[in-house]
C-alpha cells in the first residue's frame, strides 16, 4: 500500500529552482548563489528569521517567470535594460499557489533599482527586500562573469558595487555587503557542494510538509514553467494528468492512488525545461540532433525529480514516459517487467493527449486516426495492450475530461498572459497585493 505524501515544501523548492537553472549551463546554480548571498546580507543586517526565510525562498525563485532561454541570459546583464516583463509573469506565476503568494511582490520589483525605488511615489507600497534581492542577484551576476570560480577577483567586485552605490543599490546594503565581502568564508560557500544544506539549515525552509492536496496545487506550477514557454503547449500536462489519473481510476487505482497519477501527469515533461524553444516549436519534422535533444526531457525529469524521496513512485510514473514495453524506449530503455502500472498509464495518457490535442503543424487526430496509431503502438511493442484497449472502450467518457481539463488550462493561460501584459505596460505602478504579503510592505529606512 502507498503511504501517505508529506512532502517537504523546501525540497520542491529547490527542485523548482534547480529547474530553472537548467535552461542553461552558463547559469548553473545562479538561483542558489543569489539566495545564499540575500541570506548572508540578511544576517549581516539583522534582519528577523521570518524576513530572511522569505527572502530565500524568492532568490531561489526569483527568475520564475523567465520563460526562455534568451530570457535567462539577459537578465544576468549586469545593467538589464528591459528587467521587469519576467518579473511580472514570476509575480502571477506565484499568486497562482497561495503559500509561495507572500513572496510574489519581492520577485516583482527585484529588477527595481535604488534610483527608481528612492524616487517612486509608491514607495511605501513596494516591498524594500526586493532592494537586497536586487543586489543579490546584480552580484550574482558579476561572480558568472568571471572565470576564476573560487579565485574570484574580491576586490575588484567589491569595487564595481560600490561604484553604484546609491544609484542602482542602497547605500545601506552596500555597507552590509562590503563588511561580508571581507570575510572569505563567504565567497567560498559560494562554489561549495553544501551549498544547498547550507541554505537549508540556515533559512528553515523545509519544515513545511505538502499533504496531496497541496502537492496537486504546487505541480501544477512546475507544469506552467514547461507549458507555458508557447501557447500550442500550454494545456498538454493538464491534458495528461487528468486522463492518467481518470485511466487509473478504471484499473482501480485508489482515489489518493489516482491523484498521484495526476501529479505525475503534471511531472512528466518537466525535464523540457532544457530544450530549446525553436525545438520545441519546430512545425516540421525534427532532425537526428533535434530528436536527440528531445529524448533527453524524461532524464531530466528523472534527475531533478530523484532528490525528493518522498515521490519516488511518483517519480517513476512520470519519468518512464517514453519507456517502451519491449525495452527500446528512452532515456534508460527498462523493459516490461521493470515499468509499473502507473507507469505505463502516463505513456498511454502522453500519447493519448499528444494525439488528441491540437498541435502547431497540425489538428487534433479523429476518432479512427487515434484509435489506429495507439493500436499500432501496441503492436509495435511500446504500449500497453490492456490500457490502449480500456482507453479506446472508454473514449467517449475519457475525451470529454481531457477536453474540459485542456479548455480550463488554456483560459487559464490567456488570464495569466493577459494580467501579466497589462501589468508589465503600467510598471512600476504597486499592483494589488496579496492580504498576507502586507507584512513585507516596510519602508526601507526601518532596517538602517
Known amino acids: 500500500m502507498i503511504k501517505e505524501l508529506k512532502v517537504p515544501l523546501g525540497d520542491l523548492i529547490f527542485c523548482l529552482s534547480d529547474a530553472i537553472d537548467l535552461i542553461s549551463p552558463s547559469i548553473a546554480n545562479h538561483h542558489k548563489r543569489v539566495a545564499y548571498i540575500a541570506l548572508n546580507l540578511a544576517l549581516e543586517m539583522n534582519l528577523p528569521a521570518e524576513e530572511r526565510k522569505q527572502l530565500v525562498i524568492a532568490s531561489l525563485l526569483h527568475d520564475c517567470g523567465s520563460l526562455s532561454l534568451k530570457d535567462r541570459l539577459e537578465a544576468l546583464e549586469f545593467e538589464f535594460q528591459k528587467p521587469h516583463i519576467h518579473a511580472v509573469l514570476g509575480y502571477h506565476l506565484l499568486l497562482q499557489f497561495p503559500p509561495l503568494a507572500p513572496i510574489a511582490p519581492l520577485v516583482l520589483y527585484h529588477h527595481l533599482n535604488w534610483t527608481e525605488y528612492s524616487n517612486s511615489p509608491h514607495r511605501e507600497a513596494i516591498p524594500w527586500l526586493s532592494q537586497l534581492l536586487y543586489l543579490a542577484d546584480r552580484l550574482d551576476t558579476l561572480i558568472i562573469q568571471q572565470p576564476g570560480g573560487e579565485s574570484l577577483p574580491v576586490k575588484g567586485i567589491t569595487a564595481r558595487i560600490r561604484e553604484y552605490?546609491?544609484?542602482?543599490?542602497?547605500?545601506?546594503?552596500?555597507?552590509?555587503?562590503?563588511?561580508?565581502?571581507?570575510?572569505?568564508?563567504?565567497?567560498?560557500?559560494?562554489?561549495?557542494?553544501?551549498?544547498?544544506?547550507?541554505?537549508?539549515?540556515?533559512?528553515?525552509?523545509?519544515?513545511?510538509?505538502?499533504?496531496?492536496?497541496?502537492?496537486?496545487?504546487?505541480?501544477?506550477?512546475?507544469?506552467q514553467l514547461v507549458d507555458f514557454r508557447n501557447h500550442f503547449t500550454a494545456t498538454h500536462s493538464s491534458g495528461v494528468a487528468v486522463c492518467a489519473e481518470k485511466i487509473g481510476q478504471l484499473c482501480g487505482f485508489s482515489n489518493r492512488e489516482s491523484q498521484m497519477l495526476r501529479v505525475a501527469g503534471y511531472f512528466h515533461d518537466l525535464g523540457k525545461i532544457v530544450v530549446p524553444e525553436s525545438i520545441l516549436n519546430k512545425p516540421g519534422r525534427l532532425t537526428t540532433s533535434e530528436f536527440s535533444v528531445i529524448k533527453t526531457h524524461p532524464y531530466y525529469t528523472y534527475r531533478l525529480l530523484y532528490p525528493l524521496t518522498d515521490l519516488a513512485t511518483i517519480n517513476s510514473w512520470a519519468a518512464f514516459h517514453h519507456e517502451r514495453l519491449d525495452g527500446k524506449g528512452y532515456p534508460f530503455h527498462h523493459p516490461a517487467g521493470d515499468l509499473s502500472l502507473g507507469s505505463r498509464i502516463v505513456a498511454v495518457a502522453d500519447f493519448f493527449t499528444a494525439l488528441s490535442e491540437d498541435r502547431p503543424y497540425r489538428p487534433g487526430l479523429s476518432r479512427e486516426k487515434l484509435a489506429q496509431l495507439l493500436t499500432e503502438r501496441v503492436q509495435d511493442g511500446a504500449l500497453d495492450p490492456h490500457l490502449v484497449q480500456l482507453v479506446l472502450e472508454q473514449l467517449n467518457e475519457l475525451n470529454p475530461i481531457r477536453q474540459r481539463a485542456q479548455a480550463d488550462a488554456g483560459r487559464e493561460y490567456d488570464h495569466f498572459m493577459r494580467n501579466a501584459c497589462f501589468d508589465s505596460s503600467r510598471f512600476p505602478l504597486p499592483l494589488d497585493l496579496h492580504a498576507d504579503e502586507s507584512r513585507f510592505v516596510r519602508p526601507f529606512h526601518e532596517i538602517v
Open 165 to 223: 552605490r546609491g544609484k542602482m543599490f542602497a547605500p545601506p546594503l552596500v555597507e552590509a555587503f562590503e563588511a561580508l565581502a571581507a570575510k572569505e568564508y563567504f565567497w567560498l560557500d559560494l562554489f561549495s557542494p553544501s551549498l544547498q544544506a547550507i541554505l537549508a539549515a540556515e533559512a528553515g525552509i523545509s519544515a513545511v510538509e505538502l499533504d496531496l492536496e497541496r502537492l496537486l496545487a504546487l505541480t501544477k506550477l512546475f507544469a
